[in-house]
């Protein structure tokens, strides 16, 4: 309780003192945190390290009737430097300190001394979001600035990160982290969680805010105000990361039962300013007039990094989307990338020109997050500068709300070799490269299957398009367009954009692939 008097004014602990510390830390020079793990910890593999679990009956505010629970997360592994961490109960701050009783460790045998002085790597917030009598985890800080959380009956997948810095620069990226959260105890009817975050990294700081309503889909408000120390070359802003081994449009080089390994299989952009693309290789967009911009980018897994922006005059929001959620598209009971959710960030207020970045790594197996999307405002970033940058995350499964109300979308990708039908039946290859591109959606619905719908094409200089045709897809719904096209350089990317048309009326979003080198 926070009692005034005449003489002096008590205040509670809020995001606005956050953003004072780290204000203030912008002016202080870096400090590296201190990292001083035993063996017995450091050197654990994942599965040694994934028996360290906090007890059930030790969480914080266990058996309070509370509708949120904290479980902390232990040093160990690669998660070698401690975060601070405090509640706020009735607006004052309350330290939280580790004891390793509060954690099982399995049949590990880690010697007592190595215990003592360590830290909490992390936390996790559990909630009754799938059950009234369970407490299951709906999201988690863990690592540098990373976090996820799930909605109702999803599994983790695509992971939010605080900010990112100079992503895929030859210079080497620098990872932002926060260093010290504040959690404020929810009362017993709260429908959401509020976590305060101090954000630390040589060339920054950062004040953050997380508001966390789980459900069916689970949205988290964020709000962040920055402060730098040096000039940053990128910075990024939102950052999603993913995973993408293979797909219907990048088919596995060996055998698998399994027919899809992915956490995401799209990058979906809407630019309010109404932009379409033109064919340059970087995705640079123009103003042609058209409704407000909507381009899907199918994810590939490229033999070498991939590097590229979409100019974007007024973002409305960007997600890195898991558009299929039916198990028969994966066949994988163990991991269920059916249940992985998708992950769209919507900006709050007006942040103004620049472009959305999709990086795309090498990576042999599913292990590695290898996809990168995130926004990069337009300008040089100096030292001494402040930014606020604030958006509304959301983790869902239902992506047709994020679909344009009057547009199709593309339904799925799927690459082939490219064929001829002869006279004898037979299917001949021509040498060329297929893509078959179902559409669904409003944009499709009210048409009749002879209507004269055309694809509007642009192939980058790298190739050269051979064939487009739509026609209505009678077992599925919507519309299937095939393309093929030849390229001319087999160790260049080649940039392929189409979407469908009726006259002049766009029928469906953009769909803009990259073809990696060598692929």
């Known amino acids: 309780m926070c009692l005034v008097f005449a003489a002096q004014t008590c205040f509670a602990f809020g995001f606005e003192d956050v953003v004072k510390k780290a204000s203030e ?42 509708p949120f629970n904290l479980k902390f997360f232990h040093e160990g592994m690669h998660y070698n430097s401690a975060v601070t961490m405090h509640t706020i109960v009735d607006g004052k701050v309350q330290d939280l300190s580790f004891d390793p009783s509060d954690f099982d460790y399995g049949d590990l045998d880690i010697p007592e001394g190595d215990l003592e002085g360590l830290g909490f790597a992390g936390f996790k917030v559990t909630n009754a979001i799938n059950d009234a009598e369970v407490m299951d985890e709906v999201m988690a800080f863990q690592g540098a600035s990373y976090f996820r959380a799930v909605g109702r009956h999803q599994t983790y997948g695509t992971s939010g990160r605080g900010l990112a810095i100079d992503t895929a620069l030859p210079s080497g990226e620098e990872f932002p982290a926060f260093r010290e959260f504040w959690v404020v105890k929810p009362s017993p009817d709260s429908q959401y969680l509020t976590v305060f975050a101090l954000l630390d990294s040589p060339s ?54 399994r027919p899809a390994i ?53 973002l409305k929001g960007f997600g ?77 499964t239902h992506e047709a709300k994020f679909h344009s109300p009057d547009l199709s979308w593309v339904d799925q990708t799927r690459r082939s070799r490219g064929e001829v039908r002869q006279d004898n039946l037979v299917r001949e290859t021509d040498g060329s490269l297929a893509f078959i591109v179902d559409f669904k959606g409003p944009g499709l619905e009210s048409l009749e299957s002879d209507a004269d719908i055309t694809v509007e094409t642009d192939i980058g200089d790298n190739g050269e398009l051979v064939e487009s ?51």
């Open 320 to 396: 890195l989307l898991q558009r299929s959620h039916d198990f028969h598209d994966y066949e994988d009971l163990m991991d269920r990338y059916d249940r992985r959710p998708s992950v769209w960030i919507e900006p709050q207020g007006n942040w103004g020109k620049g472009k959305v970045e999709l990086i795309q790594i090498p990576t042999p197996n599913e292990t590695n997050d290898n996809i990168v999307a995130m926004w990069k405002p337009e300008g040089a970033v100096e030292a001494g500068e402040a930014f606020e940058f604030n958006y509304r995350m959301y983790w869902t």
């Open 25 to 66: 830390l912008s002016k202080q020079g870096y400090q590296a945190p201190e990292s001083s793990l035993p063996e017995s910890l450091s050197q654990l593999e994942y599965a040694d390290y994934a028996q360290i679990q906090m007890k059930d009956d030790h969480a914080l505010w266990q058996g309070e009737d509370l």
């Open 469 to 519: 045709r739509v026609e209505p897809n009678k077992a599925a719904g919507g519309w299937r367009m095939f393309l093929r096209v030849k390229r001319s350089n087999n160790g260049q990317p080649l940039d392929m954009r189409a979407f469908l048309k009726d006259g002049d009326q766009r029928l469906s979003e953009t769909w803009y692939y990259r073809l990696p080198a060598n692929d």
């Open 262 to 314: 992915h956490d995401a299989n799209g990058l979906l952009i809407h630019d309010g300013g109404g932009a379409g693309t033109n064919g340059s290789g970087d995705g640079e967009s123009k103003d042609d007039g058209s409704k407000p911009g909507w381009t899907w980018r199918p994810l590939a897994n490229p033999s070498q990094l991939m590097v590229n922006n979409q100019q974007v005059a007024s």
């Open 204 to 257: 920054l700081t950062g004040a953050y805010r997380f508001v966390l309503r789980p459900g069916e889909d689970t949205v988290v408000d964020v709000s962040s105000r920055l402060f730098t120390r040096n000039a940053v070359e990128k910075l990024g802003i939102a950052p999603l990361t993913s995973m993408y081994l293979y797909g219907p449009a990048q088919p596995s080089d060996s055998l698998n039962y």
